[in-house]
């Protein structure tokens, strides 16, 4: 087996396509150019070897065979070439290329630079029988980020939410009496700093986010979605009704969503890595502890540690970003 690989590094056709939360900074100054914030996939090429390819394609032709019914023949006693032509080619050469691809592919990641972030998807290059095949493998690595002046941005934003606690204080007192009375001004002063913040280092750094990795996170909030309506007894036909929305516009609106969500959560991270952002052994262990004395054994231990110290290390970042 042979990888070729390459990395696709052209911004797609979408690539302008920016979140709800984007607002115009000095980048988008009449001739500024702006990043594309949609990246093309990596994609390696996978060769596999037609003395490879012959044995597996034959095994699952006769696997298939087992099932084919014609006048004649007992079922399962069919010639082989005679269930070639009722099975096909094309299911067969799946059935091939699901027993082939994932060795291969894992074997060519291996043994590269590559670390992907998301499942691959494949794309027949060369099936010729006789032949060694060609399949291209395309997956997303995680993004790259640059931090450039990421400080300043954060100051930015700072101001911004200065700016608008001031006027909120500045409301009549009537508007201000409306504030529930479980959420106290420092909660909601600290979260709209770091909503300001968030805002402007994403507008600001604009990320560029691999299209696999978009589609994937575009998906889990389409189930995430589908699960909580159906907890309510609601189709995704009524609640798209009620709302007189076609689900093209759905699917758009989700993906907007999650482009600004993979964006904040590749800048954090390199933000995290770049500040060496490390918790305490004893702060994780705090944590632990207290996410056992509410969940109990609801949680695996593996995830319950990884949770404790996701959790510490972002009230490190808040205090990070907040302090500058």
């Known amino acids: 087996m042979r990888a070729m690989a390459r990395s696709d590094k052209k911004p797609s056709g979408d690539a302008n396509r920016r979140g709800p939360q984007h607002k115009s900074t000095e980048q988008d100054q ?3 150019k702006r990043p594309p914030v949609i990246a093309d996939n990596t994609a390696i090429k996978l ?4 003395s490879e390819v012959k044995p597996v394609y034959q095994a699952a032709l006769k696997q298939q065979a087992q099932h084919v019914k014609q006048p004649g023949f007992r079922q399962g006693k069919v010639p082989l070439s005679v269930a070639e032509d009722v099975i096909g080619r094309p299911k067969l050469i799946e059935k091939t290329l699901e027993q082939l691809l994932p060795d291969h592919y894992n074997q060519a990641i291996a043994a590269s630079a590559y670390r992907p972030v998301t499942q691959p998807e494949f794309k027949p290059l060369k099936l010729e029988f006789g032949q060694s095949w060609e399949v291209e493998a395309q997956f997303a690595q995680a993004p790259q980020v640059k ?3 990421y400080q300043h941005h954060v100051k930015k934003g700072l101001e911004a939410a200065r700016q608008e606690i001031t006027r909120r204080q500045a409301q009549p007192k009537k508007q201000q009496a409306q ?16 909503q300001h913040v968030y805002q402007a280092l994403v507008t600001a750094l604009q990320p560029a ?10 998906k889990h909030e389409l189930y995430h979605l589908v699960t909580s309506l159906d907890n309510l007894k609601i189709s995704l036909d009524d609640y798209l009704a009620r709302r007189q929305q076609s689900f093209e ?8 969503s999650a482009l600004g ?9 390199a933000i995290i890595e770049h500040a060496n952002l490390k918790p305490a052994s004893k702060d994780v262990a705090a944590q632990q502890a207290g996410l056992k004395k509410r969940y109990g054994n609801d949680i695996p231990q593996t995830e319950l540690e990884r949770h404790a110290h996701n959790l510490v290390t972002r009230e490190m970042l808040t205090t990070h970003l907040l302090s500058l």
Request: net charge negative; hydrophobic share 45%; no cysteine.
């Open 30 to 32: 009449p001739g500024a």
């Open 47 to 50: 060769e596999l070897e037609w």
């Open 147 to 149: 931090l450039d002046r």
């Open 179 to 194: 504030r529930p009375v479980d959420q106290p001004a420092g909660f909601d002063e600290a979260q709209l700093r770091l």
């Open 209 to 218: 986010i691999p299209q696999l990795l978009l589609k994937e996170r575009t």
């Open 249 to 256: 516009q759905l699917s758009q609106e989700l993906a907007i």
């Open 261 to 269: 969500q993979l964006q904040l959560e590749a800048i954090l991270s």
